[in-house]
């Protein structure tokens, strides 16, 4: 589990960007397009998105405007629950798994009731008080640890554990209204890609019934030395992070799950990952990872928004 001990830097960081922090929740903004519904009984969604740095997003904070729009509106949309469409499939429940706990083994939260886990530091004391009132659910726990089970990777349900601000930030946006049920997901300590989307394609038939997917990292880029160095300024990266991006986007439409879980296991040598995620910092890759492997046999989606002065995408299978 990766706690963000130098938050305090990155909020000095954030204001290059950012000078004003608003200590509540923003109230969801208004729906920007409309998201077709096959006439069959869908499939939930997986969706991978970023939740921004610590809990600026739900502070207002202007550096993280257009991700903050997307996930009050553009993600409520896939998911279903936008108040601005006239016809919706709600997920009976939400399986989210975080880039901010690490464990040797899949942890699953199982409990009826989880505490918050603020896992940031050096911010308001306002957001220490944040709320998520949402469920727990032992029941579709008890699904993923069969799901994963199933798939030899020996997980471990786990009661007692917090929701970290992977899960709580994100949702506050996604569903103010607490009213779906969640189950927090460990990324694994291995950082294997194989690993990672195996859990994916074994979470996959919970879609079926019913209970959507969604991976809460930083998918195109988590490098907070860079970010200090001021070396992404420069032209040489900005072609690495380019090509790097564009790479990654291509490879998750890919139609066929193989092709792309192969691809994918390869993701460190393509050039700019290094500088998008270093070796010893590729938690917040592996949620993707995950989405990917649940997308099945058909193209991810998605979209490009800016959050901290930097590129960042939200990628979908609906």
Known sequence: MRVLHRAATLLKVCHQYSNIFQTTCPAPISSISSMSTPSSTPLAPVISVCHGGGPMPVMNDPGH???????STRVPEILGISPNTSTSNPPKAIVLVTAHWTETRPHISSAQHHDLYYDYSGF???TYKLKYPAPGSPEVAKEVFELLDGAGLK??????RGWDHGVFIPLLLI???????????????SNSPAQHYAMGQALAPLRSRGIAILGSGMPTFHNLRLMFSGVMNTPAY???????SYRLTETLKIADAEERGKKL?????????????PEKGQEHFLPLIVCAGAGGNEPG?????????????????D
């Open 65 to 71: 405007a257009e991700l903050i729009k997307s996930m």
């Open 124 to 126: 308001p004391s306002e």
């Open 155 to 160: 997980p471990v349900l786990d009661e007692k």
């Open 175 to 189: 569903a103010p209204k607490a009213q779906i049920p969640i189950v927090q997901v460990s990324v694994l300590r």
């Open 238 to 244: 900005k072609s690495r992070n380019n090509e790097w």
């Open 265 to 277: 296991e390869d993701w460190r040598q393509w050039t700019g990952a290094e500088d998008a995620h």
């Open 301 to 317: 989606k998605g979209w490009e928004d800016q959050a901290i002065g930097l590129s960042q995408w939200t990628y979908y299978w």
